[in-house]
């Protein structure tokens, strides 16, 4: 059930992350989300889209595994694997907050599912 939970929140963190990369990038609050000055944000705007639906997929595939519900669990497990690499690969590379943002609770996810929580 807490793995469940925790898996539904990755998927909610990154169907936000979704809407913040494809919609509101070169807005005030995309700015302040990745500390992005308006030139290079009006610049990378379709890159950024880009990697929104690239985290969609992501969230996608959370919420798949969480329909299939126990008969979902390798499916859960890999995509939160998915995410917890992604977010160390984020933070070794743009910033030590994504981490935090996404490989804590994917790890948090996989642990709890594993237990049977």
């Given at each position: 059930m807490i793995g469940n939970?925790?898996?539904?929140?990755?998927?909610?963190?990154?169907?936000?992350i979704v809407y913040l990369e494809m919609v509101l990038w070169d807005t005030p609050r995309g700015h302040k989300a990745f500390n992005l000055k308006p030139?290079?944000?009006?610049?990378?705007?379709?890159?950024?889209?880009n990697q929104g639906l690239y985290n969609g997929f992501l969230a996608a595939g959370l919420i798949w595994g969480l329909y299939l519900g126990a008969g979902g669990f390798q499916i859960k497990v890999f995509f939160l694997l998915c995410v917890a690499i992604a977010g160390l690969y984020g933070a070794a590379t743009v910033g030590r907050k994504i981490l935090f943002i996404q490989t804590v609770p994917a790890v948090l996810a996989i642990v709890t599912l594993w237990l049977g929580w």
């Open positions: 939970i925790l898996t539904g929140l990755v998927a909610l963190i990154h169907c936000y030139d290079f944000a009006s610049a990378s705007k379709v890159l950024a889209a």
